[in-house]
């Protein structure tokens, strides 16, 4: 078994969960955001059977979408006086970073409550 964990950008996400959805894969998704833009994007995880991997992948390339974002780089060091003119740089996001991590132990933990009741419930 293997963990696929895709960091996606937040406008591709819906379409990603969906399609995951469709074809029957379990996923969570996570709030995050990149290191470098610091602009929030998506951490989908989703644990498959080794032979899965590859149709994941394709449902990451069909529905997740390069874009152009602009960074304004760091201002530099100045001296009183001196006047500096941002020039936006051009980044390309990519569709997704994936990673694939192998997975020891999967496991869904789903105890039965006593008399089918949750327990604590009132009478
Ligand atoms: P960010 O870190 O916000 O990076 C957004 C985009 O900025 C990157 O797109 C890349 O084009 C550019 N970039 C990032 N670091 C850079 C640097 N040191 N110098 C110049 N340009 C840089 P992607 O490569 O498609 O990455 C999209 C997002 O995927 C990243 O957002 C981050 O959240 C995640 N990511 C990418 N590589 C990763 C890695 N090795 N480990 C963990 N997360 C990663």
Not at 87 to 103: D, Y
Request: charged share 15%; glycine share 10%; proline share 7%.
């Amino acid at each position: 078994m293997k963990l696929v964990m895709a960091v996606v950008q937040g406008k591709d996400v819906e379409g990603l969960m969906s399609a995951l959805r469709a074809a029957n894969y379990r996923a969570t998704q996570i709030n995050s955001s990149g290191g470098f833009l610091r602009e929030n994007n998506v951490t989908v995880m989703t644990g498959v059977d080794d032979t899965q991997v590859p149709d994941i992948f394709r449902l990451i390339h069909d529905n997740c979408y390069t874009r152009t974002q602009y960074v304004n780089p760091l201002l530099p060091i100045m001296e009183p006086g001196e006047f500096y003119m941002p020039n936006p740089v051009e980044v390309q996001v990519g569709g997704a970073t994936v990673f694939v991590l192998p997975v020891v132990r999967y496991e869904r933990i789903m105890p039965q409550a006593a008399g089918g009741a949750r327990a604590g419930a009132g009478a």
